[in-house]
């Protein structure tokens, strides 16, 4: 890197004397935006989310028949912390009354129904990068870096945010998430992230972050966090590609992405109901497993008493990961969130470190089934919170479950009973007499209805089922 250049724009890369800029100071925002405006024409915010958004993007005001996607704004108050979902369609009318809040994002997507989860996106618009702690000299770095140096992908928006910088980088034909693709864009996001922020972009390189490829955005035009400024956006660039993004991985992160197939998903629905219930309509992962909420309520005591300063943001998106994967409803998550957000912000008042609604918000976009796998060591690496492994007698799964089940087999046999077909009681139906039964009297249930009704397993009415 030709380090000459960079330090003509007076950023002090020694690391003896850091070059620290208060987050607090409000006349940042506005150097920055004498620096952007210089070099680009500012654009407005309802000309920025045409540009992302054309026309027949979204349903048009009223007709539902479009049966389009729609996006999806959030304002929340900051008071009360009550979330408010507004439907953005295709005329944009939405916009002009969500600027006036004091706190709204939202993402550079299009969802179907009211709910912002990944598993409901439907077409990404623009892969969003945010920069945080960026200053005049390393906004003026990161100019050079892909005006002149080419060490960088040139975005097609820059956004003034305040504190740091979001990249809006717009594409030509807007992506299909399927679950896949949202892995692909996510891993190509933590490439880029890792790339461009760095000592000369960002006074705390340390901090960097890539949440999922749905994390919202206070939107341009509302206010930043500072609340004395506006959300300002500057056309840098044009259009792009995945392709031309994959060029900046050197080979390392290579986003491989398929777009829509031919089956339909109304064809899907009727060739495979069991999948489309689950999959679309439930947006399950494969292999999803449903937990208990005592895991859930177990990590709210683990972050009350353990958790510390630099690890509040993991602590409190990994209370949405185990909120989604114990099936806790989302007001629940809310409400506990607010209340962690005023001891997390308790905690930073010492040191002059905040812990804002802002940042709990963008924590709770973990609230979704892309993130129920999410594993144990990482939450532990994350949260610098130890989370000790099942011992299984110190022993290997295979061997455990082997001795496991011999004793349960023993055990089965002392009482007379079988465990494959409810016990064999004296008196008690089997299931599978309870499975044909209801499938007698309801020809039209599926395997997940008629499990739901019998509180039995999908599997065991598939396999009685298939054997009649």
């Excluded at 812990?355 to 609230?367: G, H, M, P, S």
Aim: glycine content about 6%; overall charge positive.
């Amino acid at each position: 890197m030709n380090r000459t250049k960079i330090e003509h724009f007076e950023v002090n890369l020694s690391a003896e004397i850091p070059n620290f800029i208060p987050r607090e100071d409000l006349d940042d925002f506005v150097v920055k935006d004498r620096v952007l405006s210089s070099r680009y024409p500012r654009i407005s915010p309802k000309d920025f989310y045409r540009y992302i958004f054309p026309f027949g993007s979204f349903e048009r005001l009223g007709h539902q028949e479009d049966k389009k996607g729609n996006g999806v704004a959030i304002s929340i108050d900051e008071t009360s912390k009550k979330a408010t979902k507004t439907i953005i369609t295709d005329g944009l009318e939405q916009l002009d009354s969500l600027l006036e809040e004091p706190f709204v994002i939202c993402s550079p997507i299009s969802y179907y129904g009211r709910s912002r989860r990944a598993d409901h996106a439907l077409w990404m618009h623009a892969l969003t990068l945010d920069i945080d702690y960026v200053g005049e000299g390393h906004l003026k770095n990161m100019l050079n870096w892909f005006e002149e140096l080419n060490l960088m992908p040139r975005p097609t928006f820059i956004v003034n945010s305040g504190h740091g910088v979001h990249l809006y980088y717009v594409f030509e034909q807007p992506i299909a998430m399927y679950r896949n693709n949202q892995a692909e864009l996510l891993k190509l996001k933590k490439y880029l992230v890792d790339c461009i922020w760095t000592k000369y972009t960002s006074t705390k390189p340390e901090r960097k972050e890539a949440l999922g490829v749905v994390q919202g955005f206070r939107m341009v035009g509302s206010r930043t966090k500072m609340g004395a400024y506006r959300l300002s956006a500057y056309k840098t660039g044009e259009r792009v590609t995945v392709e031309y993004l994959n060029g900046y991985t050197h080979g390392n992160a290579v986003a491989k992405i398929n777009q829509p197939a031919a089956l339909k998903l109304e064809a899907a629905k009727q060739r495979f109901p069991e999948w489309y219930e689950s999959r679309i309509v439930r947006g399950e992962m494969p292999g999803r497993w449903h937990i208990k909420r005592d895991l859930y309520d177990w990590w709210k005591q683990q972050i009350e008493s353990k958790t510390t300063i630099g690890h509040r943001y993991f602590c409190m998106l990994c209370l949405a990961v185990y909120a989604r994967k114990c099936d806790i409803a989302e007001n629940e998550l809310r409400a506990d969130a607010a209340v962690f957000q005023a001891q997390f912000n308790d905690m930073g008042k010492d040191t002059d470190e905040p812990f804002t609604w802002e940042e709990t918000e963008k924590a709770l976009e973990a609230y979704n089934e892309c993130y129920v796998t999410f594993p144990r060591d990482t939450i532990a690496r994350l949260t610098a919170i130890q989370m000790q492994a099942n011992k299984r007698n110190f022993q290997k799964q295979e061997f455990h479950l082997e001795e496991a089940r011999a004793i349960r087999d023993i055990r089965q046999k002392r009482q007379g009973k079988n465990w494959w077909d409810g016990g064999n009681r004296l008196g008690a139906p089997k299931k599978k007499d309870l499975i044909l039964e209801y499938k007698a009297k309801h020809p039209d249930a599926n395997h997940s209805e008629i499990a739901r009704a019998l509180g039995v397993s999908r599997p065991t009415v598939i396999k009685w089922l298939k054997e009649q």
